[in-house]
């Protein structure tokens, strides 16, 4: 692992607002490094407020959406909620179908079949509102590039109106309204939305033609929040205070359906990180192993009884998806073990059975055995598909761009990609794509990165200090976990590997300076038992961690999460 210490912000401004906010320098760092540098701006990062939300008919096109579905509404239409199969899509539908529903009775949910359609609008979903006599589509988290699509649906007497957050080409769709923040011409104040959040800034717009206020619609925030976790986007500005909100009703009074996935975890209070970790990989695994429909049928049952039914089904699906991505993350390894490619730049890894819907998460998955780029093939049709994956710092879609002579089709962003090539191409590419990246990677991004926010001491660790970074929460892009570093430190003596295989290192952390008086904190680091050696026959090392809460036979206290060890 690389260790890099994060630059010392402007020591003036640190001493300010240590100053206006009465903190230790370690905080105020924290915050500044964060972009936070006045008491104000201090006060909306802890204090996350409605009023942190912006006016939705800022958004280009918000006042055209919203006359258009009020006269939906008024005509009787059939509406068609059209969204993407992955964990945005299906958290849009479910948030924008079940608010038009306690509008009107001509409401329908469509999700395409991630195998059959692929990603986004389709022809095939097109035809579908067509034969059902659906006048509009309001499409969630795609649609932004469909110009054929919807010049399609308007031959057929079907309007579009689209909430997308991807960045659009050159050129936009004809359709009645195009909402993305991202568009150029879009002066909406805040640019990271995730498509569930576009959904959400609609119904906001069209609540407030009725006199209502965002607090009115709290209940969909635990959509918004699944959404915000599961899409990475940055926790910062409107999305902290969706975020914020939508972790309270996921802890205190979610909709049935995610109540019923998250039944059985053992957790007073679940963080971002849960949603990420427990709620997402289920609601995506519908679209993986079966159908997105599975998703947003769970996600808008009124029922009980019947949410728990859907919930053991989709926990069905997850376990599947779990079982299919382990086993092809093991033939994969050992297909680059018995090709000799063990020392190459990249991994291209190719099984005509492996499962379509697993792919990307397999990819991601070889990155944390080899850390470099990475692409997995599967059989498509007639053609292979591929989904690829990327280290940081490393451009993956430009290394695409310069192998575009082997590849039929490709498009993602720069850490993640999807393609389909020919299989007699597929040789072709895999040389032609490792001699790119061999050409363009620095070669010290192949190392694992752990950025330092700060350099402390043990003494600094406090209970108060704990109770601060707790309120910086949710982590997440843009405000992620602070992770510290400690220079030479001791284990007390004890330390031990722990877990299946000796796997985990458990050790209890002491400044030499002060091993009999000063602070001492358990240490975990989970995959660095063979680091053990490090810690032995009372050796100094320098350690980098997060801070964490242990609860034990009813006691608490701060532990170290430990990230990675040296001598």
């Not at 008024?74 to 969204?83: A, D, F, Q, R």
């Not at 609540?207 to 635990?222: F, I, M, N, P, R």
């Amino acid at each position: 692992m690389r260790w890099t210490l994060k630059p010392k912000p402007d020591s003036k401004t640190v001493e300010d607002l240590q100053k206006a906010l009465q903190v230790d320098a370690s905080v105020a760092t924290l915050l500044v490094q964060r972009g936070i540098e006045t008491y104000e701006a201090a006060k909306t990062f802890f204090r996350p407020s409605f009023n942190d939300l912006h006016d939705p008919f800022l958004m280009k096109d918000m006042d055209l959406a919203v006359a258009r579905i009020e006269k939906a509404l008024s005509n009787n239409e059939n509406i068609l909620v059209y969204g993407d199969y992955d964990v945005d899509g299906t958290t849009s539908v479910a948030l924008m179908s079940s608010y038009l529903k306690s509008k009107s009775d001509q409401i329908a949910t469509y999700i395409p079949d991630r195998y059959d359609e692929g990603y986004g609008v389709s022809y095939k979903g097109i035809d579908f509102a067509h034969d059902n006599d659906f006048t509009l589509i309001i499409a969630l988290d795609c649609g932004v590039k469909a110009i054929d699509k919807v010049a399609y649906a308007s031959e057929k007497g079907i309007d579009f109106i689209i909430c997308d957050h991807h960045r659009p080409g050159d050129k936009l769709p004809k359709a009645i309204a195009v909402l993305d923040p991202k568009r150029d011409d879009c002066d909406y104040p805040y640019k990271e939305l995730c498509g569930c959040g576009v959904g959400f800034k609609l119904i906001q717009a069209l609540a407030s033609k009725e006199g209502q206020s965002v607090e009115d619609l709290v209940v969909y925030l635990d959509l918004v929040a699944t959404a915000i976790g599961a899409d990475i986007v940055p926790i910062t500005g409107e999305n902290r205070a969706l975020a914020y909100f939508g972790l309270q009703v996921i802890n205190t009074n979610p909709r049935l359906g995610i109540k019923a996935l998250i039944s059985e975890v053992k957790k007073d209070k679940l963080t971002i990180t849960d949603v990420v970790f427990i709620v997402a990989p289920r609601i995506n695994a519908a679209g993986r192993m079966k159908h997105g429909n599975y998703a947003v049928n769970l996600l808008t049952e009124t029922d009980e009884f019947l949410a728990e039914e859907h919930a053991k089904e989709i926990n069905t699906f997850n376990l599947d998806r779990r079982e299919a991505d382990k086993q092809i993350t093991e033939e994969a390894l050992i297909q680059i073990s018995e090709n000799n490619e063990v020392n190459r730049l990249t991994t291209v890894v190719y099984n005509a059975s492996w499962h379509k819907g697993v792919i990307g998460i397999v990819a991601s998955r070889l990155t944390e055995t080899y850390y470099r780029p990475t692409l997995v093939f599967t059989k498509s049709g007639n053609q292979l598909a591929a989904s690829a994956r990327s280290v940081k710092g490393f451009d993956v879609y430009n290394a695409l761009e310069a192998c575009s002579e082997h590849i039929e089709q490709f498009g993602g962003h720069k850490y993640a990609a999807g393609l389909t090539l020919k299989e007699e191409n597929y040789a072709a590419f895999k040389q032609a794509f490792e001699d790119e990246v061999s050409k363009t990677i620095d070669r010290d991004l192949l190392i694992p990165e752990i950025k330092v926010d700060a350099q402390i001491q043990l003494d600094e660790i406090t209970p108060k200090f704990y109770r601060i970074l707790r309120q910086f929460t949710p982590f997440g892009p843009g405000n992620m976990t602070p992770i510290f570093m400690t220079q030479n430190v001791k284990d007390s003596g004890y330390g031990k590997c722990v877990g299946e295989d000796d796997k985990h290192l458990r050790l209890t952390v002491v400044s030499p300076q002060a091993q009999s008086r000063g602070p001492k904190f358990v240490g975990i680091g989970f995959n660095l038992g063979n680091k053990i050696d490090l810690i032995k026959d009372n050796k100094s090392f320098d350690a980098v961690y997060s801070i964490d809460e242990n609860h034990w036979q009813g006691r608490t206290s701060l532990q170290l999460k430990l990230r990675d060890i040296k001598a």
